[in-house]
């Protein structure tokens, strides 16, 4: 068996997946959180397939530690821990390569890149670009690689698919030579969904990637969308950073830059606080005061105007991006939505698709209804752009690519 972990580092956490590369089946998944505060935390869950047949219950093993987590290093003690005390062993089934996601590659990285010093130090030197981001993924590099140091580690970055944006797509139109000085252009990220899910989508339709044009939505805290021809992104709705674009759980999307502006000068706000503001305290969390899009639904519907009015701006922004995605692919064959509300909120799919049948887009409201966890078409027969809803797997596409250097 050939197995692959994926470690996702934040500054106080870390998630981790083993998978099996034979089968891309998941053998466990974890949480390290609360690493640095004085109660750490602890999950480490194997899928009920795995665990032996004497031990069967409906649900998947889960077992959990409240321990203190100085630093990462000690988080990883902690998940090695969990592997030898609930498996799978990894004595037993050593790891082919581990795979990290990194969230700004810059205009450097454009494809998975085995990890070396020098590597390194071009993350921590893109940290620039994301101050929160890429320093906490070095933390879990570094670790990782005390944990594991005869194992190749990959980095994966979330920038990496919109390379091939041209530049008509990823200039601002601002001074060229500032832009250029500060690296200031769009990025784009949630690479790793957007590639999956474009790849998924081809082969649901049983067609080759590369005749395909198509949109991927990916809606979930984090929200945004990409125009993909041919396998390639050819235009995404984040920019320099995670910020711009659609409306997201806790993150404006896009806004005139004049309201930072006229913030600053008519409240005193500081930069820092209008960054806070844009993040952490905007998008349907700002408007409803609920950033799930579960809670805005049923405050709506329970007559809360506020929760009504953010809905309305989040579908109203997500279609104004598939019109302009249109425009820019000029054909269309197929949009999915992907991540936590692509995937479960019928509501959004049906408001953000209605009254597009002019453009050959035709929901057909049973299937939208439908739930289900498998990839599947919610456009009806005679609909000339094909609609689905597939499940994105950022894990397994990360794996994915690790393999492919190793
Ligand atoms: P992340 O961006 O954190 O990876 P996910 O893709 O898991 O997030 O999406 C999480 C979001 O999905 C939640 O905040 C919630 O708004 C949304 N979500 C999950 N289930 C549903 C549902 N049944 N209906 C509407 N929204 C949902």
């Known amino acids: 068996m050939s197995t692959v972990l994926v470690v996702n580092s934040g500054s106080s956490s870390f998630k981790y997946q083993l998978i099996d590369m034979d089968t891309e089946q998941m053998l466990a998944t974890g949480l390290v959180e609360r690493i640095g505060e004085s109660a750490g935390h602890a999950v480490h869950t194997i899928p009920e397939d795995d665990v032996p047949s004497a031990d069967r219950t409906d649900a998947p093993q889960t077992s959990e530690r409240d321990l203190p987590i100085p630093d990462h290093t000690a988080g990883f003690r902690v998940m090695l821990d969990a592997f030898e005390a609930n498996g799978p062993s990894l004595t037993r089934h050593p790891l082919r390569a581990i795979g990290h996601r990194v969230v700004h590659g810059g205009k450097r990285f454009f494809e998975p890149t085995p990890i070396t010093n020098l590597v390194k130090i071009n993350i921590e030197e893109l940290a620039e670009l994301a101050p929160l981001h890429n320093p906490a993924n070095l933390q879990g590099i570094e670790a990782a690689q005390k944990a594991f140091p005869d194992v190749p580690h990959v980095a994966v970055f979330d920038t990496a698919f919109h390379q091939t944006l041209a530049p008509a797509a990823y200039s601002y139109a601002i001074d060229a030579a500032l832009a250029e000085k500060h ?80 913030l600053h000068r008519r409240t005193g706000m500081s930069f820092d606080d209008i960054d806070t503001l844009l993040n952490r305290k905007s998008g349907l969390l700002g408007m409803a005061g609920a ?42 064959d197929v949009i999915t939505f992907t991540a936590g509300v692509g995937e479960n909120s019928a509501p959004v799919r049906a408001a953000a698709l209605s009254g597009l049948e002019a453009f050959g887009i035709r929901l057909d409201p049973e299937r939208n209804e439908e739930k289900s966890r498998e990839a599947r078409r919610i456009s009806t027969d005679d609909s000339d752009v094909a609609v689905l809803v597939i499940p994105t797997n950022e894990e397994l596409e990360i794996a994915r690519q690790t393999m492919s250097v190793v």
Do not use: C, W
């Open 183 to 262: 690296r200031v252009r769009k990025y784009g990220f949630h690479g790793t969904s957007h590639k999956f899910v474009s790849e998924e989508a081809a082969a649901f339709l049983g067609r080759p990637l590369a005749d395909l044009n198509q949109i991927v939505l990916h809606l979930g805290n984090g929200a945004s969308a990409t125009a993909v021809s041919g396998g390639r992104s050819v235009e995404t709705s984040m920019g320099l950073t995670p910020l711009e674009g659609l409306v997201m759980g806790t993150r404006s999307g896009d806004i005139d830059p004049a309201v930072l502006i006229h």
């Open 291 to 332: 950033n799930d899009m579960r809670d805005v639904l049923s405050r709506s519907a329970a007559g809360d105007e506020k929760a009504t009015v953010a809905f309305d701006v989040y579908v109203h922004r997500l279609k104004g991006y598939v019109g302009n995605y249109l425009a820019q692919l000029g054909r269309v």
